[in-house]
């Protein structure tokens, strides 16, 4: 099969980096050095243009920004007579659009870091004609309904987030009692030996990132608008006040 | 060392069946069927009443309601000339009430269940002279301050009850989808296995106690009331519509 990739950042170039027996190939059309070192120490094929990439890929993969998803899909989109993958951190609305630009699209969230044998699921019509991926990257196909993949990532968020927030309020009080290292230490004791570690470095990382997230959580928020997010709202409000 | 029980239920008895070479008693009076059937199968030492049980303990260790600490130390603190072990689960208020009623008090939290290896936190002046029970189970001496023990138990309190709030609220959106399998499934790629079972058991656990959840967490709100608990008021909130 014949795969091209559009962007060459840390998903695309280590995904490449993981999939054997096909012909994989990307373009180094307006690319930065950076990425154009990049791909050459990847030893995949190089394209003149990203248009005659997208119309020889029997499935192109995308993993640029989310910012940029949309106009990548109108741009490349109809190009492709294959499959479009959409790797890249959107909206289940945004996919949706996306899927109304190109001709085959899959749904798709990474659940996990791209370091640490992350999950790639799926969802959409055309979904199972990439569970062959799933020799190279743990692969699940959850429905075959544009929208499902994209929108278990933004759930899960509502957890993950939450939790952040959570550590922090906990963490926050102990911290005046002096309290704040057995706080962790007493979790740890149902939680795991690999709580402590984890928790301070989602404190630090929800604080350090608090202007992003907090974009993040409006999202969730106003795209579940219709759902009982009381907890999560007030979540919002913390992290809004620690910008 | 002669150690006494007042109260013989699932954490005493247990302590009790721990405890090696010392020499353990309680009293049967006034006790339940039940509770006596208990004491005799545990083979320690029956004292006729509790009055002189606690005159002839070095140590005394009382587990028996939460709402029975205060009347307890009442009559018998003072009785007792060696320390005062408090483990009921009481807030750090009522700590500081007790140990103004007894001679020698340990301000006590056991954090973890008493099935599964729990570890009995220990504050005050004399938590020192209570290093030796650590043969018998995990001890951790936190500070010199009565309170500090039971303190650390509510503030371990926000983080876990907070917690089953923010699984309760993604699980249910994502009901709403028909994606709660998969969520639980998302967060135990980066939780852990046995994040899912956990989760499901803090769900079932805080709907089917939800009205004493709503009023520990009240305690919990009131202690702290002039810390910053936005996210624990809100699941407070959330948990009440529970009940």
Chains 1, 2 share one sequence.
């Not at 995904?15 to 994989?24: C, E, G, T, V």
């Not at 659009?97 to 190109?102: H, I, L």
């Not at 992350?118 to 959409?124: F, H």
């Not at 969730?220 to 992290?239: A, G, M, P, Q, R």
């Amino acid at each position: 099969m014949k795969i091209g990739f559009i962007g060459f950042g840390a998903l695309n170039s280590t995904l490449a980096s993981k999939i054997k027996k096909h012909q994989l190939m990307t373009s180094s059309e307006e690319r930065s050095i950076k990425t154009i070192k990049a791909i050459e120490v990847s030893n995949i094929e190089i394209i003149d243009s990203f248009e005659s990439l997208s119309k020889n890929s029997d499935l192109l993969i995308v993993s640029t920004s989310p910012a940029s998803s949309i106009a990548i899909s109108q741009k490349y989109g109809k190009l492709c007579k294959g499959i479009y993958l959409d790797l890249n951190n959107i909206s289940p609305k945004t996919s949706i659009e996306v899927s109304n630009n190109v001709n085959n699209f899959v749904d798709a969230a990474i659940i996990g870091s791209i370091e640490n044998n992350p999950i790639l699921y799926l969802s959409g019509k055309n979904a199972f004609k990439l569970k062959f991926l799933n020799q190279f990257i743990p692969v699940k196909i959850i429905s075959d309904k544009i929208g499902d993949a994209s929108r278990l990532k933004l759930l899960r968020s509502i957890y993950t987030k939450n939790l952040s927030l959570v550590l922090i309020e906990a963490f926050d009080v102990a911290k005046e009692y002096g309290l704040e290292n057995e706080l962790l230490d007493t979790i740890a004791i149902t939680e795991g030996e690999k709580f402590k570690a984890k928790a301070i470095s989602r404190i630090n990382n929800t604080k350090k990132n608090s202007k992003r997230k907090t974009e993040e959580l409006f999202e969730i928020i106003e795209y579940f608008n219709e759902s009982d997010l009381e907890v999560t709202k007030s979540s919002y409000d913390k992290l809004k006040k620690l910008i």
